[in-house]
């Protein structure tokens, strides 16, 4: 078995051991998990990206402190700003003036050149 190189303080289990969810979420590393969580939920509390970027990610928040939760990912004003731009896009997308693409006979100048996210979902979809 090759020897364990990184950081062992944050390791929550071994597969080998066939940890159960419990175990792991008692490790000491489980608990800074779940900390970090109980701090997102209050510090992200009011942003609507929450749901999907909760306070970005833990490594880069947690490491910069050495191991104490002191705030959420340093990176996450990048984040915030994708976050806010394909949201924009989607909304737009969806509920703007989207009948442009979509209509087949139109023949009038298209919204923009590049394909929309919608476009490029569909893509994604008809692999
Ligand atoms: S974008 Fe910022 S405020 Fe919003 S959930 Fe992510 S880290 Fe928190």
Do not use: W
Not at 12 to 25: F, I, Q
Not at 33 to 39: C, E, N, S, V, W
Not at 53 to 80: E, F, L, M, S
């Amino acid at each position: 078995m090759l020897p364990f190189v990184g950081m062992p303080e944050y390791v929550m289990g071994n597969v080998r051991d066939h940890p159960s969810k419990e175990d792991l979420a008692r490790s000491p590393a489980g608990r800074l998990m779940q900390q970090f969580k109980d701090h997102v939920d209050t510090a992200c509390g009011d942003c609507r990206h929450i749901k999907y970027c909760r306070g970005g990610c833990p490594y880069n928040a947690i490491i910069p402190t050495g191991g104490k939760i002191g705030g959420v990912d340093p990176h996450y004003p990048a984040y915030k700003r994708i976050f806010d731009d394909i949201s924009d896009r989607i909304n737009t997308e969806l509920f703007g003036s989207c009948e442009m693409e979509m209509t087949p006979f139109y023949t009038g100048p298209r919204r923009r050149d590049k394909p929309g996210i919608m476009s490029l979902m569909q893509k994604i979809v008809m692999k």
